[in-house]
């Protein structure tokens, strides 16, 4: 072929080519996004959860969509509820969402500024489990505006994040959601679980288990099976309860007896000294990517950056009498 019909050939994929050849959580720059649709009536229908089309706004596109209900706890405990906003295909093509096909939108549990702030802490957490492994739910953080077409017409203006669908994320690692309905302890990658153990201390985090919740038919409470060629991962999601975001709906478990869930306290179960020294080291060596990150967060205040930096620095200064804390860890761990 010609030189010139070579160049000519290129020329013309190239301004074929979608504008968006990245994933949307490839990126993680803040999205102007507006939801236009029935919000009074989706947030009042919890029982069916019936689908309703809205208007989604977001990087110059507006796409009809139709959202519903989901989530079970913060259904109980919130008066702003998490959505799913489901896109038509091939309606999506050479956009923001492109490649995309139902989102789970997380959304503040109240319409407050402390509920807002509670959201971009749990997005940070989502972030900073990225820092450390790939096998993680990717997240993008949206300001978003509501309009309700319905009722009194009132426009709420908040911050709210997407997550990255399961499929996409077992794509990613090379694998698939499992559905098993149990799982035991040395089916799954053992270095991966020791990182998970350390990482939930780290935040925290006592909303998670290895055991099937009630309400579904697949392991695990709060975290995702993929099932790759040589073994199964363990993600975690939903941190809305942990001590670094500090909700005011949020109460250690009983069996604790702690009074806070910010108090820490080792729930991973018992592994090999290297691995838990291996997880540690691995968080350790992120302190001030960590740092970085926060320091980035909109919504937050100078007073809010530092004092969640200050809860996580409890940590860090723990870790640098490494052997007592590895101790700790071992004096703790679940059988």
């Known amino acids: 072929m010609p030189a010139v019909r070579i160049a000519v050939c290129l020329v013309a994929v190239l301004l074929l080519s979608p504008l968006h050849a990245t994933s949307l959580f490839d990126e993680t720059a803040v999205v102007d996004a507006t939801l236009e649709g029935p919000l009074r009536e989706l947030m009042g229908d919890t029982d069916s959860r019936e689908q309703l089309p809205f208007l989604l706004r977001a990087d110059g596109t507006e796409h009809a969509i139709k959202v519903r209900l989901r989530g079970k706890s913060r259904l109980r405990v919130c008066n702003f509820l998490p959505i799913r906003v ?13 490649g995309q096909d139902k989102l789970k939108l997380v959304v503040p549990c109240y319409t407050s500024e402390r509920a807002e702030k509670n959201l971009v802490e749990e997005y940070v957490v989502y972030r900073i489990f990225n820092l450390l492994t790939p096998a993680s739910y990717r997240v993008r953080l949206l300001r978003m505006t509501f309009i309700d077409t319905g009722g009194d017409g009132e426009n ?6 997407l997550l990255e669908p399961t499929a996409k994320l077992a794509e990613r690692l090379g694998g698939r959601e499992s559905e098993l309905p149990e799982v035991a302890l040395n089916w ?15 935040v925290s985090n006592f909303d998670w288990s290895l055991v099937r919740s009630h309400e579904e038919k697949a392991c695990c409470h709060n975290g995702t099976l993929i099932e790759t060629d040589t073994n199964i991962l363990y993600v975690p999601y939903d941190f809305d309860l942990s001590g670094f975001v500090d909700a005011p709906y949020a109460f250690p478990p009983p069996d604790l007896r702690i009074d806070r869930v910010t108090q820490r306290r080792y729930r991973g179960f018992c592994t090999d000294r290297d691995r838990l020294e291996k997880a540690l080291d691995t968080i350790v060596s992120k302190r001030q990517d960590i740092a970085a990150l926060i320091e980035s967060l909109p919504v937050l205040s100078d007073k809010n950056k530092g004092s969640r930096m200050s809860y ?6 723990a870790a640098e009498k490494e052997e007592k804390l590895l101790k700790r860890f071992e004096n703790h761990c679940l059988d």
């Not at 489901?86 to 492109?98: Q, W």
């Not at 996580?312 to 200064?317: A, E, G, I, S, T």
């Open 86 to 98: 489901n896109f038509k295909k091939g309606e999506v093509d050479g956009t923001l969402f492109e």
């Open 188 to 202: 799954l990658d053992a270095d991966h679980m020791a990182l998970i153990y350390v990482f939930q201390y780290l």
């Open 312 to 317: 996580l620095d409890q940590f860090f200064r």
């Open 156 to 161: 709420e203006r908040m911050h709210a994040f």
